[in-house]
């Protein structure tokens, strides 16, 4: 899986693949920032569980974009010398940290996508049940959990199950023995599960949108949005996984020549540079960036010093929007627009 020509083929390949890891790191680290600004602010008994969880998830993907930029950096520097000097790439230390980073951002991702994805439809389909909201201990453990998996998958090639090597965007695909086979279908496993969490839970939502007696605008931008996540997970997840069983099913076992293998480059190098970062160039702008601005726009209002009269009338307000919601669809209380729901850790309190 070494190619014969350089890293891209043409001059507008190169900008788009520009244009994606730049996108993908200002991003995630604009979303990084403002989740642990949000986080240092606030006391630690009081930090949103959605907040946690997108910090996460943005960290996650910053993690994941890094690998981009050493790509994008071994690019420029060997240029259309990359045929020649791939050997000198790939047998560098540089590349085997470039590949234990690709595969400890990308597990990491759709980790925390997933536990964020499962909390807000356990807190939609669930928010009268839900009184108290996690504890932060709760959910930390969990986000360690994947912390550890992720870090445990990546450390595998490091000691030759698989190998960082074995191509030169220096990701482990290589298929020459059952270790080989056995740790890609690790992966796959661990990919279609989260995804078909993913996918369960936002149709569920979708579902308990459709059985609302009221329905609003709102309802339908909603809906737009989760299908539109879905579709991004979709896009970005599943060519790669359709070319590893491919690869893994097709092609003969006892073949010792890894060109007998139907797991080329070019497929390879599609979807790991230019398909898996389109997610994480989305999942800030759904997750991140645009919910803490609309949340710092409502906690302002909140919190916005009021005259006397004004204030009753504020608190009278609130007071009668909690009684109203007391016996109103659940997802009414919740930030459908923005599929913001920071509110509904507490959907009872006014």
């Not at 045929?83 to 400890?104: E, M, P, R, V």
């Not at 049940?129 to 360690?144: D, E, H």
Request: aromatic share 14%; hydrophobic share 50%.
């Amino acid at each position: 899986m070494t190619p014969c020509e350089s890293l891209f083929s043409s001059s507008f390949i190169r900008f788009i693949f520009s244009l994606i890891v730049f996108v993908s790191v200002i991003s995630n680290l604009t979303a990084l920032i403002i989740s642990l600004c949000r986080l240092i602010t606030s006391s630690y008994n009081r930090w949103s569980i959605s907040t946690v969880l997108s910090s996460n998830l943005a960290l996650a993907d910053f993690i994941s974009s890094i690998y981009l930029v050493l790509v994008g950096i071994i690019d420029i520097r060997f240029n259309e010398d990359f045929h020649i000097k791939t050997q000198l790439w790939t047998n560098s230390h540089l590349c085997t940290i470039a590949g234990f980073i690709y595969i400890f951002g990308i597990q990491s991702s759709i980790y925390a996508l997933t536990l964020l994805t499962f909390e807000r439809f356990y807190t939609i389909l669930f928010s009268f049940k839900r009184q108290t909201p996690w504890p932060p201990k709760f959910i930390l453990t969990f986000i360690s959990l994947g912390w550890l998996i992720s870090f445990i998958v990546a450390s595998l090639p490091l000691i030759n199950i698989n190998d960082f090597h074995a191509n030169s965007l220096c990701v482990p695909f290589r298929i020459e023995n059952v270790f080989d086979r056995l740790y890609l279908s690790l992966l796959i496993i661990f990919d279609v599960c989260f995804i078909a969490i993913i996918i369960t839970c936002n149709g569920l939502i979708c579902l308990n949108f459709s059985k609302s007696h009221v329905h609003t605008s709102n309802d339908a931008r909603a809906t737009l949005k989760i299908l539109t996540l879905v579709i991004a997970i979709c896009i970005s997840r599943i060519p790669l996984i359709i070319f590893i069983v491919f690869a893994l099913l097709i092609r003969p076992s006892y073949s010792p020549n890894i060109s007998d293998y139907d797991l080329h480059f070019n497929n390879i190098k599609l979807a790991v540079l230019f398909l898996q970062p389109l997610s994480s160039c989305f999942n800030p702008f759904m997750y991140s960036s645009l919910s803490a601005l609309k949340w710092t726009q409502t906690t302002t209002e909140f919190d916005r010093p009021k005259p006397a009269r004004k204030a009753l009338e504020f608190s009278q307000f609130r007071s009668a929007s909690a009684i109203f919601n007391r016996g109103y669809h659940p997802l009414r209380m919740m930030s459908i627009s923005s599929l913001e729901y920071r509110l509904s850790s507490s959907p009872n309190t006014p």
